[in-house]
């Protein structure tokens, strides 16, 4: 049976789960996801946990609070002007704390997201930059369907 190494692409279900054990992506209810490893899709930590699994594993490895997604740092929630967010989107765009926006990366060729914490009268709007599960304790489910 093929084995996952550093340069393998997949064919996988995976579910990704918080301390509380909702699930932030499943994808068991849908199509299979298909990824590069190496390649940014994963976190280095799950990526490692992968490695040398074959074909056809059905496994769940629990990864302490950090390990995944590092830690929580305080640096990352920020304030954004409105103007900004004018000139990044729809200036009729309306926010409210929950919502998951995506930024384009300054050099255009990918995105990042921040969730909205929180929103000024003058329209400015507070983002935590922080992956969801960062600081926390995470389970990451996968069932490997392919390793070329």
């Known amino acids: 049976m093929p084995q996952v190494d550093f340069a393998s692409f ?11 054990g909702r699930a932030v992506i499943n994808t068991f209810d849908g199509p299979p996801a298909t990824l590069s490893l190496g390649a940014g899709e994963l976190s280095p930590a799950i990526e490692q946990r992968l490695l040398g699994l ?15 997604f590092g830690e929580r740092q305080p640096d990352m929630v920020q304030w954004v002007a409105r103007k900004l ?7 009729l765009e309306q926010y409210t ?9 300054p050099d255009g060729l990918g995105q990042y997201a921040g969730t909205v914490i929180d929103v000024r009268a003058d329209g400015a709007v507070c983002f935590d930059f922080n992956h969801p599960l960062a600081g926390q304790p995470v389970s990451f489910e996968v069932q490997l369907i392919g390793v070329l």
């Open 10 to 20: 997949l064919t996988l279900h995976y579910r990704l789960s918080g301390p509380d």
């Open 54 to 68: 074959e074909e056809g594993t059905h496994t769940t490895f629990d990864l302490p609070a950090g390990e995944a």
């Open 85 to 91: 967010l004018n000139e990044l989107g729809d200036p």
């Open 97 to 105: 704390s929950g919502d998951v926006v995506q930024f384009p990366t």
